[in-house]
């Protein structure tokens, strides 16, 4: 596998959810449009749908982003999901949909690299491999991104040719046990799991020892929300995913 730190991996800027802004709702094929435009990378949150239909949304509920009750896990499938309109910063109604992992794909359409990361709530047993499913036959630079070890372990036995990004930070505020918050501040099932081909921390949190046990792999932050936290952290980092500026050196 080619060196990642001559890849861009590490020299193109991320946009989160997309370059999303008051008009455009994140992860919404207009913030993806956007960030084509700009010539940013894109990062993009999946979950699976009832019928295990990989979408691209954030949130595990639905009220945030589009004003209405539910979660995405219980989405029966696609045509349920269309019934559902995303919300922009404003609260206003764009009345885009909500895009199906392969409408994404099919529109960025290799315009521009993807990191996509894969939402964890062990809804679907066969998710991973359902995911791969899609983007196996994808002609574009992606990678995959996850908190789970055991999902880029699931990728690193399966399909070892596709870039794993393991996931970090302290978890605060989360809701979950200390052992599960221990595992994924520490990545302590880096080398036995996932062995990940970089790692993407959360921005004030770096550095610190835990990241530092792996100088080796290219260090991504996110999400940075400011040209000012980019230059506080741009020393400790190896490329910044963003979101609510335009990133300058």
């Keep these: 596998m080619a060196d990642l730190f001559d890849t861009w991996v590490v020299n193109k800027y991320i946009a989160h959810r997309g370059f999303h802004d008051d008009t455009r709702p994140e992860n919404s094929l207009s913030s993806f449009e956007n960030a084509i435009d700009h010539d940013y990378g894109i990062e993009l949150d999946?979950?699976?749908?009832?019928?295990?239909?990989?979408?691209v949304f954030h949130d595990h509920t639905m009220v945030r982003l589009t004003g209405k009750d539910g979660y995405?896990?219980?989405?029966?499938?696609?045509?349920?999901?269309k019934t559902y309109t995303l919300l922009n910063a404003k609260n206003e109604d764009t009345g885009e949909t909500i895009p199906t992992l392969q409408e994404a794909l099919d529109f960025i359409a290799s315009r521009t690299p993807i990191l996509v990361e894969i939402k964890d709530y062990n809804v679907n047993s066969n998710f991973e491999k359902t995911v791969y499913e899609i983007l196996k036959n994808y002609?574009?630079?992606f990678a995959i991104l996850s908190f789970n070890p055991y999902t880029l372990k699931w990728f690193r036995l399966n399909a070892p040719e596709v870039l794993r990004g393991q996931l970090g930070c302290s978890m605060k505020g989360e809701k979950m046990g200390f052992f599960r918050r221990w595992i994924l501040k520490r990545m302590a099932l880096n080398k036995t799991h996932s062995q990940p081909n970089f790692i993407a921390y959360k921005w004030n949190e770096v550095p610190n020892r835990f990241v530092n046990k792996f100088?080796?792999?290219?260090?991504l932050v996110w999400a940075v929300p400011s040209q000012s936290a980019y230059m506080k952290v741009a020393k400790h980092c190896?490329?910044?995913i963003f979101e609510g500026f335009e990133p300058r050196i």
Excluded at 72 to 81: A, Q
Excluded at 215 to 219: A, D, I
């Design 46 to 55: 999946i979950y699976p749908l009832e019928d295990g239909t990989p979408v």
């Design 72 to 81: 995405i896990r219980k989405i029966k499938d696609v045509k349920e999901l």
């Design 139 to 141: 002609k574009g630079e």
């Design 215 to 219: 100088k080796q792999l290219p260090l």
């Design 238 to 240: 190896d490329n910044i």
